[in-house]
């Protein structure tokens, strides 16, 4: 079974950094996209930073700049480094991984990890 675990999330200053992780345990024969979403509280969760096979990137307008999505397939690990944090960077922050894992021609559904606090004060 395909397990995603996240860690890095702590409170920090406005304007400081951190470095999310997300390791990956279990098999996937497909993958379709990976990347970071985050939920805070009151308003829907939203994608981040997405990262696609070839290491194309797509970036939130709200993140474009600050925000930086890689992995290391080595390691069976994805991060994202977040530079210049604003308060309204304050969030749950999940892993996803979208991707088959019967088989490389089967259905894609979505793995998420258990999430990591960020928070960011003023």
């Known amino acids: 079974q395909v397990q995603l675990v996240e860690s890095g999330g702590t409170l920090v200053q406005a304007g400081g950094s951190l470095r999310l992780s997300c390791a990956r345990s279990?098999?996937?024969?497909?993958?379709?996209?990976m990347g970071w979403y985050r939920q805070a509280p009151g308003k829907q969760r939203e994608s981040v930073a997405i990262?696609?096979?070839?290491?194309?990137?797509v970036y939130a307008d709200s993140v474009k700049g600050r925000f930086t999505i890689s992995r290391d397939n080595a390691k069976n690990t994805m991060y994202l480094q977040m530079d210049a944090l604003k308060p309204e960077d304050t969030a749950v922050y999940y892993c996803?991984?979208?991707?088959?894992?019967?088989?490389?021609?089967?259905?894609?559904?979505?793995?998420w990890g258990q999430g990591t606090q960020v928070t960011v004060s003023s």
């Open positions: 996803n991984v979208r991707g088959a894992t019967i088989a490389s021609w089967g259905p894609a559904r979505d793995y």
């Open positions: 279990g098999t996937i024969f497909r993958t379709e996209s």
């Open positions: 990262i696609n096979t070839g290491g194309f990137t």
